[in-house]
């Protein structure tokens, strides 16, 4: 695998990637940098076939990297008898823990507080018996286990004694999902993938009837070029009704984009061993441990507003403290809100009144031809999503292409993991770190952290901690630059680390730092550093003023202030 070069996402591979796009004839171009799509571009690769990846934003930059950041089965599935999905989701999150990204996904202990006695015990514990059986004979992590109400003050002292009778503790997964999406992109580079983010697509090509590319355009440069491709897959999430209408599909999939909001708040502010799972009248709430903090989610509401830049609410904030709040001794405030972070997921359109009540499943459908889409899904499932659309893709092009080989596939800076750490000890750029830093760059990128500490052993100066942000390397964000297709500052700051919501500025001090480091690898002058900046706050300004706000329609108003600079260049076009 071409490593060193196409899989290194910095400015040289992107400009001969923009020239590929524009020069060549792929058997398969995808549009969608989210994990379905980076996941779909691998699975492609993987097989043989010629593939091109374009994304309009950052890898990641939409519902990829503002989920959960669970790799689950899906527990409160089963409720719903959604058998076949739960067990598909086991059967991955096992592949993902063991074989495909050890790296990016841990496993993490959870409580399930019982508030009654007898029925809920024998009622959740079938529903977990039946979780644990799905997962296989050989699961990737422990069965569950009944606990008494002592137990569970005991392992979580933050529980009011009120709110339980006791509980059961089981394991599913942690993933890094933004990080997760930038490697499977360079993992499909490294099988031969194009993989160029900052392209929009403005139209498609078509040759009769048939779709057979995109035009697009480069947000970075303004430069249009067309992509030919003997068959797409528009793996664009909850921009998939657009795209199908942009693609001129008379009787486009619909799909109903439902907002999670989710909370940050310090570590110390909940006393707990365990992740916590807890019923709610519509659904179930998650407080889950993230480093020195816990992320509270999720809601589950419908979306009827812009696309690129969903909002919470300060009655979504509201509805998430008192509902945690109902199982917590000390109870959570506003001023505990570190930082707020929002998805949408492309739910398939139903006539629910509720989206929570909606499914998870995945649609895969020939739209046209040459054009298939995927939607729906979950997460830990995007590597089926991936492969039946690539499976429904084979069956439009002229030759025999080979099954999916992507169970088999581990991501880059998988491979060689058991002893990566000790090893790497040795590196010349190890020298100048603490070994608590050397853990956290093995524990975020794997064996890939090798490229890291190759940057530290040519620049020392780059071992410094990151200013406003010293939990991360100056080397990290140079990195980001260099190997992993950061084009902005926001996409440090809140995708190739997590600053944006992890530190209580949400990376204001470390902004500055952030965009001096990036101009060299970039080649910035001082006027787009000081606009870099400048860009970055003003997102934060119009996320604080329309997280006060009480509607959707106002917080989107509020939010829609500040746009992705890439996508500004876009709203230009339209104009």
């Given at each position: 695998m071409a490593l060193d070069t196409e899989a290194r996402f910095g400015p040289a591979t992107r400009a001969r990637a923009l020239e590929r796009c524009a020069s060549e004839t792929f058997?398969?171009?995808?549009?969608?940098?989210?994990?379905?799509?980076?996941?779909?571009?691998?699975?492609?690769?993987?097989?043989?076939?010629?593939?091109?990846?374009?994304?309009?934003?950052d890898?990641?930059?939409?519902?990829?990297?503002?989920?959960?950041?669970?790799?689950?089965?899906?527990?409160?599935?089963?409720?719903?008898?959604?058998?076949?999905?739960?067990?598909?989701?086991?059967?991955?999150?096992r592949l993902l823990v063991e074989k495909i990204a050890p790296h990016l996904v841990h496993p993490t202990p959870f409580l399930f507080p019982l508030k009654h006695r007898a029925w809920e015990r024998f009622y959740m514990g079938s529903g977990l018996l039946l979780y644990d059986a799905l997962a296989g004979l050989h699961p990737a992590m422990p069965r569950h286990r009944h606990l008494t109400r002592r137990a569970c003050l005991r392992a979580v002292p933050a529980l009011r004694d009120d709110s339980l009778t006791g509980g059961i503790r089981y394991f599913d997964a942690q993933?890094?999902?933004?990080?997760?999406?930038?490697?499977?992109?360079?993992?499909?580079?490294?099988?031969?993938?194009?993989?160029?983010?900052?392209?929009?697509?403005?139209?498609?090509?078509?040759?009769?009837?048939?779709?057979?590319?995109?035009?697009?355009?480069?947000?970075?440069?303004g430069r249009e070029l067309d992509v030919r491709a003997s068959t797409v897959i528009n793996a664009t999430g909850v921009w998939t009704t657009e795209m199908e209408r942009l693609a001129g599909v008379a009787d486009p999939m619909i799909v109903r984009p439902s907002k999670g909001v989710h909370l940050v708040v310090r570590r110390d502010r909940i006393d707990s061993e365990y992740a916590l799972i807890l019923r709610t009248e519509k659904s179930v709430l998650f407080v889950l441990p993230w480093g020195d903090r816990w992320i509270i989610g999720t809601t589950d509401t419908d979306w009827h507003h812009g696309l690129d830049h969903p909002s919470a609410t300060h009655a979504d904030i509201e509805y998430l403290l008192e509902h945690v709040n109902e199982a917590l001794r000390e109870p959570l405030g506003l001023d505990d809100v570190i930082a707020v972070f929002v998805g949408l997921r492309p739910l398939i359109g139903g006539t629910d009144e509720e989206t929570a009540k909606l499914s998870r499943n995945h649609a895969v459908r020939r739209s046209a031809p040459g054009f298939v889409s995927v939607a729906g899904g979950k997460y830990t499932t995007y590597r089926l999503m991936a492969r039946d659309a690539v499976d429904l893709v084979a069956?439009?092009?002229?030759?025999?292409?080979?099954?999916?080989?992507?169970?088999?596939?581990?991501?880059?800076?998988?491979?060689?993991?058991s002893g990566a750490e000790l090893r790497l000890s040795?590196?010349?750029?190890?020298?100048?770190?603490?070994?608590?830093?050397?853990?956290?760059?093995?524990?975020?990128?794997?064996?890939?952290?090798?490229?890291?500490?190759?940057?530290v052993a040519s620049d020392p100066g780059l071992a410094a901690p990151l200013v406003g942000a010293e939990g991360y390397l100056a080397a990290e964000v140079s990195h980001a630059a260099a190997y992993e297709g950061a084009l902005h500052v926001d996409d440090v700051l809140t995708r190739r680390t997590h600053i944006a919501f992890e530190v209580p500025d949400r990376g204001q001090l470390a902004a500055d730092g952030v965009a001096r480091l990036m101009a060299p690898v970039l080649g910035w002058d001082q006027a787009t550093v000081d606009r870099e900046i400048a860009h970055y706050r003003a997102r934060l300004e119009a996320e604080a003023a329309a997280q006060a706000l009480l509607t959707d329609a106002a917080s989107d108003s509020a939010r829609a202030e500040v746009r992705d600079p890439r996508l500004e260049r876009l709203d230009e076009r339209g104009e």
């Amino acid at each position: 695998m071409a490593l060193d070069t196409e899989a290194r996402f910095g400015p040289a591979t992107r400009a001969r990637a923009l020239e590929r796009c524009a020069s060549e004839t792929f058997d398969v171009l995808v549009v969608g940098g989210g994990v379905t799509g980076c996941g779909a571009a691998l699975d492609a690769a993987s097989r043989g076939l010629s593939v091109a990846l374009v994304e309009k934003r950052d890898f990641a930059a939409g519902t990829s990297s503002r989920s959960s950041k669970l790799i689950h089965g899906g527990l409160r599935y089963l409720e719903s008898f959604d058998i076949e999905l739960v067990r598909e989701a086991l059967h991955e999150r096992r592949l993902l823990v063991e074989k495909i990204a050890p790296h990016l996904v841990h496993p993490t202990p959870f409580l399930f507080p019982l508030k009654h006695r007898a029925w809920e015990r024998f009622y959740m514990g079938s529903g977990l018996l039946l979780y644990d059986a799905l997962a296989g004979l050989h699961p990737a992590m422990p069965r569950h286990r009944h606990l008494t109400r002592r137990a569970c003050l005991r392992a979580v002292p933050a529980l009011r004694d009120d709110s339980l009778t006791g509980g059961i503790r089981y394991f599913d997964a942690q993933v890094d999902d933004a990080r997760f999406s930038v490697v499977l992109a360079r993992t499909a580079a490294a099988y031969g993938a194009v993989c160029v983010s900052a392209v929009g697509v403005v139209d498609f090509l078509h040759e009769g009837e048939r779709v057979a590319g995109a035009r697009a355009q480069d947000l970075e440069s303004g430069r249009e070029l067309d992509v030919r491709a003997s068959t797409v897959i528009n793996a664009t999430g909850v921009w998939t009704t657009e795209m199908e209408r942009l693609a001129g599909v008379a009787d486009p999939m619909i799909v109903r984009p439902s907002k999670g909001v989710h909370l940050v708040v310090r570590r110390d502010r909940i006393d707990s061993e365990y992740a916590l799972i807890l019923r709610t009248e519509k659904s179930v709430l998650f407080v889950l441990p993230w480093g020195d903090r816990w992320i509270i989610g999720t809601t589950d509401t419908d979306w009827h507003h812009g696309l690129d830049h969903p909002s919470a609410t300060h009655a979504d904030i509201e509805y998430l403290l008192e509902h945690v709040n109902e199982a917590l001794r000390e109870p959570l405030g506003l001023d505990d809100v570190i930082a707020v972070f929002v998805g949408l997921r492309p739910l398939i359109g139903g006539t629910d009144e509720e989206t929570a009540k909606l499914s998870r499943n995945h649609a895969v459908r020939r739209s046209a031809p040459g054009f298939v889409s995927v939607a729906g899904g979950k997460y830990t499932t995007y590597r089926l999503m991936a492969r039946d659309a690539v499976d429904l893709v084979a069956r439009d092009l002229r030759f025999a292409v080979d099954p999916s080989r992507t169970a088999d596939v581990p991501l880059l800076g998988a491979i060689g993991l058991s002893g990566a750490e000790l090893r790497l000890s040795s590196h010349p750029g190890a020298g100048h770190l603490a070994p608590t830093q050397l853990h956290h760059l093995v524990a975020r990128h794997g064996t890939l952290a090798a490229e890291v500490l190759d940057l530290v052993a040519s620049d020392p100066g780059l071992a410094a901690p990151l200013v406003g942000a010293e939990g991360y390397l100056a080397a990290e964000v140079s990195h980001a630059a260099a190997y992993e297709g950061a084009l902005h500052v926001d996409d440090v700051l809140t995708r190739r680390t997590h600053i944006a919501f992890e530190v209580p500025d949400r990376g204001q001090l470390a902004a500055d730092g952030v965009a001096r480091l990036m101009a060299p690898v970039l080649g910035w002058d001082q006027a787009t550093v000081d606009r870099e900046i400048a860009h970055y706050r003003a997102r934060l300004e119009a996320e604080a003023a329309a997280q006060a706000l009480l509607t959707d329609a106002a917080s989107d108003s509020a939010r829609a202030e500040v746009r992705d600079p890439r996508l500004e260049r876009l709203d230009e076009r339209g104009e």
